[in-house]
Protein backbone atom coordinates (compact mmCIF):
# COMPACT_ATOMS: atom_id res chain seq x y z
CA UNK A 1 0.00 0.00 0.00
CA UNK A 2 1.50 2.93 -1.00
CA UNK A 3 0.60 6.96 0.30
CA UNK A 4 -1.20 8.72 -2.67
CA UNK A 5 -1.14 12.45 -3.63
CA UNK A 6 -4.87 13.89 -4.63
CA UNK A 7 -4.43 16.88 -6.83
CA UNK A 8 -7.93 17.89 -8.73
CA UNK A 9 -6.27 20.34 -10.49
CA UNK A 10 -7.77 23.24 -9.78
CA UNK A 11 -5.32 24.10 -7.03
CA UNK A 12 -2.32 22.85 -4.40
CA UNK A 13 -2.76 19.37 -2.92
CA UNK A 14 -5.22 19.53 -0.32
CA UNK A 15 -2.69 18.73 2.78
CA UNK A 16 -6.01 17.26 4.40
CA UNK A 17 -6.47 14.70 2.19
CA UNK A 18 -3.27 14.41 0.21
CA UNK A 19 -2.09 11.51 3.03
CA UNK A 20 -5.12 9.54 2.04
CA UNK A 21 -4.15 5.94 1.67
CA UNK A 22 -6.05 4.12 -1.62
CA UNK A 23 -9.13 2.01 -0.43
CA UNK A 24 -7.63 -1.71 0.60
CA UNK A 25 -11.06 -2.82 2.43
CA UNK A 26 -11.42 -3.37 6.53
CA UNK A 27 -8.74 -5.53 6.85
CA UNK A 28 -5.33 -3.31 6.59
CA UNK A 29 -3.78 -1.83 9.44
CA UNK A 30 -4.57 1.52 8.38
CA UNK A 31 -8.47 0.99 8.40
CA UNK A 32 -8.70 -0.20 11.49
CA UNK A 33 -6.65 2.23 13.29
CA UNK A 34 -8.61 4.63 11.42
CA UNK A 35 -11.87 3.56 12.48
CA UNK A 36 -10.64 3.63 16.12
CA UNK A 37 -10.29 7.51 15.85
CA UNK A 38 -12.73 8.17 13.73
CA UNK A 39 -15.13 6.32 16.64
CA UNK A 40 -13.21 8.20 19.16
CA UNK A 41 -14.47 11.78 17.82
CA UNK A 42 -10.50 13.16 17.56
CA UNK A 43 -11.51 14.44 13.79
CA UNK A 44 -14.15 16.50 14.90
CA UNK A 45 -13.45 20.32 14.51
CA UNK A 46 -12.62 22.30 17.54
CA UNK A 47 -14.40 25.72 16.96
CA UNK A 48 -14.33 27.15 20.22
CA UNK A 49 -10.17 26.35 20.63
CA UNK A 50 -9.01 28.05 17.35
CA UNK A 51 -11.47 31.04 18.35
CA UNK A 52 -9.53 31.27 21.39
CA UNK A 53 -6.33 30.28 19.58
CA UNK A 54 -6.62 32.64 16.82
CA UNK A 55 -7.93 35.84 18.99
CA UNK A 56 -5.21 35.21 21.44
CA UNK A 57 -2.17 35.21 18.91
CA UNK A 58 -3.51 38.41 17.16
CA UNK A 59 -3.97 40.17 20.19
CA UNK A 60 -0.77 39.34 20.96
CA UNK A 61 1.23 39.79 17.90
CA UNK A 62 -1.06 43.61 17.65
CA UNK A 63 0.43 44.04 21.36
CA UNK A 64 4.08 43.39 19.81
CA UNK A 65 3.49 45.89 17.18
CA UNK A 66 2.48 48.74 19.63
CA UNK A 67 5.37 48.44 21.82
CA UNK A 68 7.72 48.33 18.97
CA UNK A 69 5.61 51.77 17.69
CA UNK A 70 5.60 53.52 21.28
CA UNK A 71 9.27 52.76 21.84
CA UNK A 72 10.49 54.09 18.88
CA UNK A 73 14.44 54.86 18.61
CA UNK A 74 15.58 52.63 21.06
CA UNK A 75 17.68 49.70 21.54
CA UNK A 76 15.67 48.49 23.85
CA UNK A 77 13.80 47.64 20.71
CA UNK A 78 15.42 43.91 20.23
CA UNK A 79 13.81 42.94 23.00
CA UNK A 80 10.91 43.58 20.53
CA UNK A 81 12.21 41.69 18.03
CA UNK A 82 12.55 38.37 19.84
CA UNK A 83 8.67 38.73 21.31
CA UNK A 84 8.04 39.46 17.46
CA UNK A 85 9.86 36.12 16.61
CA UNK A 86 8.08 34.10 18.96
CA UNK A 87 4.32 35.38 17.85
CA UNK A 88 5.57 34.95 13.72
CA UNK A 89 6.33 31.42 14.92
CA UNK A 90 3.11 30.84 16.51
CA UNK A 91 1.09 32.81 14.06
CA UNK A 92 2.69 30.63 11.10
CA UNK A 93 1.53 27.52 13.53
CA UNK A 94 -1.67 28.64 13.16
CA UNK A 95 -1.21 28.35 9.09
CA UNK A 96 0.01 25.19 8.99
CA UNK A 97 -2.92 24.00 10.94
CA UNK A 98 -5.49 26.00 8.83
CA UNK A 99 -3.29 24.21 5.40
CA UNK A 100 -4.26 21.05 7.10
CA UNK A 101 -7.91 22.06 6.98
CA UNK A 102 -7.41 21.47 11.18
CA UNK A 103 -9.82 24.21 11.91
CA UNK A 104 -12.95 24.94 9.87
CA UNK A 105 -15.43 22.31 7.79
CA UNK A 106 -15.17 24.64 5.15
CA UNK A 107 -12.05 24.83 2.62
CA UNK A 108 -12.42 28.23 1.42
CA UNK A 109 -12.50 29.12 5.47
CA UNK A 110 -8.88 27.73 6.27
CA UNK A 111 -7.10 28.47 2.98
CA UNK A 112 -8.57 32.30 3.96
CA UNK A 113 -7.63 31.57 7.08
CA UNK A 114 -4.07 30.19 5.79
CA UNK A 115 -3.15 32.78 3.77
CA UNK A 116 -4.08 35.87 6.01
CA UNK A 117 -1.50 34.07 8.69
CA UNK A 118 1.16 33.26 6.37
CA UNK A 119 1.14 35.72 3.57
CA UNK A 120 -0.28 38.74 5.07
CA UNK A 121 1.30 38.52 8.54
CA UNK A 122 4.20 36.13 8.39
CA UNK A 123 4.75 37.25 5.23
CA UNK A 124 5.39 33.34 4.12
CA UNK A 125 3.59 31.93 0.79
CA UNK A 126 0.63 30.25 1.79
CA UNK A 127 0.84 28.64 -1.61
CA UNK A 128 4.55 27.87 -2.45
CA UNK A 129 4.17 26.13 1.03
CA UNK A 130 1.07 23.99 0.66
CA UNK A 131 2.61 22.63 -2.52
CA UNK A 132 5.71 21.51 -0.94
CA UNK A 133 3.87 19.92 2.06
CA UNK A 134 1.71 18.31 0.04
CA UNK A 135 4.20 16.33 -0.88
CA UNK A 136 6.30 15.76 1.43
CA UNK A 137 3.43 14.47 3.91
CA UNK A 138 2.79 12.01 1.11
CA UNK A 139 6.13 10.55 1.03
CA UNK A 140 8.11 11.92 4.22
CA UNK A 141 11.56 10.94 3.95
CA UNK A 142 11.58 9.20 0.73
CA UNK A 143 14.99 9.72 -0.80
CA UNK A 144 13.36 11.37 -4.35
CA UNK A 145 10.16 12.60 -3.63
CA UNK A 146 10.33 14.78 -0.38
CA UNK A 147 11.31 17.56 -0.75
CA UNK A 148 12.41 18.70 2.90
CA UNK A 149 15.06 15.87 2.25
CA UNK A 150 16.47 17.53 -1.25
CA UNK A 151 20.05 18.36 -1.28
CA UNK A 152 20.90 22.08 -0.27
CA UNK A 153 22.68 23.35 2.15
CA UNK A 154 22.59 20.54 3.92
CA UNK A 155 23.31 16.96 3.34
CA UNK A 156 20.86 14.39 4.38
CA UNK A 157 22.10 11.09 2.67
CA UNK A 158 25.47 10.24 2.42
CA UNK A 159 24.72 9.70 -1.57
CA UNK A 160 24.12 13.99 -1.58
CA UNK A 161 27.49 14.43 0.70
CA UNK A 162 29.50 12.39 -2.05
CA UNK A 163 29.13 14.23 -4.63
CA UNK A 164 29.86 17.62 -3.36
CA UNK A 165 33.05 19.38 -3.83
CA UNK A 166 34.81 22.84 -2.88
CA UNK A 167 32.69 25.04 -0.38
CA UNK A 168 30.09 23.04 -0.65
CA UNK A 169 31.60 19.63 0.59
CA UNK A 170 33.47 21.82 3.36
CA UNK A 171 29.65 22.95 4.87
CA UNK A 172 28.72 19.29 4.61
CA UNK A 173 31.75 18.02 6.07
CA UNK A 174 30.93 20.49 9.10
CA UNK A 175 27.46 20.74 8.59
CA UNK A 176 26.43 19.28 12.50
CA UNK A 177 28.20 21.49 14.18
CA UNK A 178 26.98 24.47 11.62
CA UNK A 179 22.89 23.30 11.94
CA UNK A 180 21.96 25.69 14.40
CA UNK A 181 23.69 28.98 13.54
CA UNK A 182 22.35 28.12 10.07
CA UNK A 183 18.94 27.58 11.08
CA UNK A 184 19.34 31.63 11.54
CA UNK A 185 19.10 32.14 7.74
CA UNK A 186 16.00 29.53 7.52
CA UNK A 187 13.10 32.66 8.03
CA UNK A 188 15.05 34.88 5.35
CA UNK A 189 15.33 31.14 3.32
CA UNK A 190 12.00 31.09 3.59
CA UNK A 191 10.48 34.40 2.41
CA UNK A 192 12.79 34.45 -0.95
CA UNK A 193 11.52 31.24 -1.69
CA UNK A 194 7.85 32.09 -1.64
CA UNK A 195 8.33 34.88 -2.98
CA UNK A 196 10.01 33.81 -5.99
CA UNK A 197 7.62 30.94 -6.12
CA UNK A 198 4.95 33.35 -5.53
CA UNK A 199 5.86 35.84 -8.94
CA UNK A 200 7.12 33.75 -10.93
CA UNK A 201 4.63 30.88 -10.81
CA UNK A 202 6.80 28.14 -9.99
CA UNK A 203 4.92 25.04 -9.21
CA UNK A 204 1.76 26.78 -8.81
CA UNK A 205 -1.86 25.68 -9.90
CA UNK A 206 -3.76 28.00 -8.09
CA UNK A 207 -6.16 30.20 -10.07
CA UNK A 208 -4.74 33.87 -11.62
CA UNK A 209 -7.32 35.85 -9.12
CA UNK A 210 -6.11 33.57 -6.24
CA UNK A 211 -2.02 34.10 -7.33
CA UNK A 212 -2.42 37.77 -7.37
CA UNK A 213 -4.25 38.31 -4.11
CA UNK A 214 -1.30 36.47 -2.77
CA UNK A 215 1.12 38.41 -3.90
CA UNK A 216 -0.72 41.46 -3.42
CA UNK A 217 -0.67 39.89 0.82
CA UNK A 218 3.24 39.06 0.32
CA UNK A 219 3.69 42.65 -0.69
CA UNK A 220 1.17 44.58 1.65
CA UNK A 221 3.60 42.53 4.46
CA UNK A 222 6.84 43.47 3.11
CA UNK A 223 6.29 46.79 2.60
CA UNK A 224 4.53 47.41 5.52
CA UNK A 225 7.36 45.88 7.31
CA UNK A 226 9.96 47.50 5.84
CA UNK A 227 8.53 50.75 6.06
CA UNK A 228 7.79 50.63 9.68
CA UNK A 229 11.31 49.32 10.41
CA UNK A 230 13.00 52.76 9.07
CA UNK A 231 9.89 54.81 9.61
CA UNK A 232 10.55 54.29 14.04
CA UNK A 233 14.11 53.29 13.98
CA UNK A 234 17.16 54.84 13.15
CA UNK A 235 18.52 52.79 9.85
CA UNK A 236 21.18 51.41 12.15
CA UNK A 237 18.49 49.78 14.36
CA UNK A 238 16.58 48.92 11.64
CA UNK A 239 18.70 46.70 10.08
CA UNK A 240 19.66 45.09 13.30
CA UNK A 241 16.12 44.92 14.37
CA UNK A 242 15.55 42.62 11.00
CA UNK A 243 18.53 40.98 11.08
CA UNK A 244 17.64 40.10 15.04
CA UNK A 245 14.15 39.26 14.43
CA UNK A 246 14.30 37.12 11.24
CA UNK A 247 17.41 35.19 12.60
CA UNK A 248 15.63 34.31 16.14
CA UNK A 249 12.27 33.91 14.15
CA UNK A 250 13.80 31.27 12.09
CA UNK A 251 15.87 29.56 14.60
CA UNK A 252 12.44 28.59 16.29
CA UNK A 253 11.26 27.49 12.73
CA UNK A 254 14.00 25.23 12.45
CA UNK A 255 13.98 24.04 15.70
CA UNK A 256 10.42 23.25 15.69
CA UNK A 257 10.49 21.37 12.68
CA UNK A 258 14.08 19.70 12.70
CA UNK A 259 13.11 16.54 15.42
CA UNK A 260 10.13 15.81 13.41
CA UNK A 261 11.78 13.15 10.59
CA UNK A 262 15.49 13.88 10.48
CA UNK A 263 17.63 11.14 11.41
CA UNK A 264 14.67 8.82 11.17
CA UNK A 265 14.43 6.12 8.72
CA UNK A 266 14.46 6.70 5.06
CA UNK A 267 12.67 4.84 2.06
CA UNK A 268 13.81 4.85 -1.55
CA UNK A 269 12.59 3.58 -4.81
CA UNK A 270 13.04 -0.18 -4.31
CA UNK A 271 11.42 -0.43 -1.03
CA UNK A 272 7.70 -1.48 -0.23
CA UNK A 273 5.86 -0.10 2.37
CA UNK A 274 2.41 0.23 3.61
CA UNK A 275 0.99 3.48 4.12
CA UNK A 276 0.86 3.55 8.37
CA UNK A 277 4.41 2.06 8.84
CA UNK A 278 5.72 5.04 6.17
CA UNK A 279 4.56 7.60 8.22
CA UNK A 280 5.28 6.08 11.95
CA UNK A 281 8.58 4.87 11.11
CA UNK A 282 9.63 8.29 9.58
CA UNK A 283 8.65 10.10 12.52
CA UNK A 284 9.72 11.30 15.85
CA UNK A 285 7.53 12.29 18.48
CA UNK A 286 8.83 14.63 21.64
CA UNK A 287 8.17 13.60 24.75
CA UNK A 288 6.49 16.86 27.26
CA UNK A 289 3.76 18.56 28.38
CA UNK A 290 0.92 21.16 27.34
CA UNK A 291 4.44 24.13 27.49
CA UNK A 292 5.67 21.46 24.80
CA UNK A 293 2.58 21.40 22.88
CA UNK A 294 2.32 25.42 23.08
CA UNK A 295 6.10 25.80 22.01
CA UNK A 296 6.29 23.33 19.34
CA UNK A 297 2.78 24.45 17.74
CA UNK A 298 1.29 20.28 18.24
CA UNK A 299 4.16 19.27 16.29
CA UNK A 300 5.70 17.01 19.08
CA UNK A 301 3.00 14.90 18.04
CA UNK A 302 4.14 14.40 14.37
CA UNK A 303 3.40 10.62 14.41
CA UNK A 304 -0.10 11.39 15.16
CA UNK A 305 -0.61 14.38 12.93
CA UNK A 306 1.05 12.24 9.85
CA UNK A 307 -1.54 9.77 10.27
CA UNK A 308 -4.31 12.06 10.61
CA UNK A 309 -3.44 15.87 9.23
CA UNK A 310 -6.51 17.03 9.11
CA UNK A 311 -7.08 16.04 12.89
CA UNK A 312 -7.53 19.51 15.24
CA UNK A 313 -4.26 20.21 17.16
CA UNK A 314 -5.70 20.08 20.79
CA UNK A 315 -6.90 16.20 19.63
CA UNK A 316 -2.90 14.70 18.59
CA UNK A 317 -2.37 14.81 22.36
CA UNK A 318 -5.59 11.96 22.83
CA UNK A 319 -5.18 10.29 19.53
CA UNK A 320 -1.53 9.17 20.98
CA UNK A 321 -2.68 6.87 23.65
CA UNK A 322 -4.62 5.09 20.67
CA UNK A 323 -1.73 5.22 18.06
CA UNK A 324 0.58 3.99 20.36
CA UNK A 325 -1.24 1.53 22.05
CA UNK A 326 -1.82 -0.17 18.07
CA UNK A 327 1.81 -0.04 17.08
CA UNK A 328 2.80 -2.10 20.35
CA UNK A 329 -0.37 -4.88 19.49
CA UNK A 330 1.03 -4.89 15.80
CA UNK A 331 5.09 -4.89 16.49
CA UNK A 332 5.72 -1.00 15.09
CA UNK A 333 8.34 0.81 15.69
CA UNK A 334 6.96 4.22 17.57
CA UNK A 335 10.06 6.72 18.39
CA UNK A 336 9.33 8.80 21.18
CA UNK A 337 11.81 10.93 23.29
CA UNK A 338 12.65 14.37 24.77
CA UNK A 339 13.45 17.60 22.84
CA UNK A 340 17.28 17.96 23.61
CA UNK A 341 17.77 14.11 22.87
CA UNK A 342 15.88 14.60 19.37
CA UNK A 343 18.35 17.56 18.16
CA UNK A 344 20.88 15.08 19.31
CA UNK A 345 19.79 12.63 17.64
CA UNK A 346 19.46 14.83 14.48
CA UNK A 347 23.07 16.19 14.62
CA UNK A 348 24.29 12.47 15.37
CA UNK A 349 22.86 11.72 11.86
CA UNK A 350 24.12 15.02 10.31
CA UNK A 351 27.80 13.75 11.09
CA UNK A 352 27.22 10.51 9.77
CA UNK A 353 25.64 11.69 6.46
CA UNK A 354 29.26 13.74 6.39
CA UNK A 355 31.26 10.81 7.10
CA UNK A 356 32.25 10.36 3.46
CA UNK A 357 33.48 14.12 3.50
CA UNK A 358 35.84 13.17 6.23
CA UNK A 359 38.18 10.44 5.06
CA UNK A 360 40.58 11.35 7.00
CA UNK A 361 39.09 10.85 9.95
CA UNK A 362 36.00 8.29 9.62
CA UNK A 363 37.31 5.84 7.11
Known amino acids: ?119 LLVGLSYGWWINKHSRHHAHPNHVDRDPDIADGAIAFTEDQARVRRGAYAWLGRHQAWLFFPMLLLEGLALHVAGVRATFDGTGRRTGRATRLAEAGMLTTHIVGYLVALFWFLTPLQAVVFLLVHQGLFGLYMGCSFAPNHKGMALFGKSDKVDFLRRQVLTSRNIRGHRLTDLALGGLNYQIEHHLFPSMPRPSLRHAQELVRAFCARHGIAYHETGLLDSYAQVLRHLHAVGGPLRPELEY
Do not use: C
Open 1 to 119: MTAKTIDRGDGPADPARMTKPPSTGRGSDFAALSREVKQSGLLRRRPVYYSVKVGANLLLLAAGWTAFALLGQSWWQLITAAFLAVMFTQTAFIGHDAGHHQIATSKRVNNLLGRVHAD
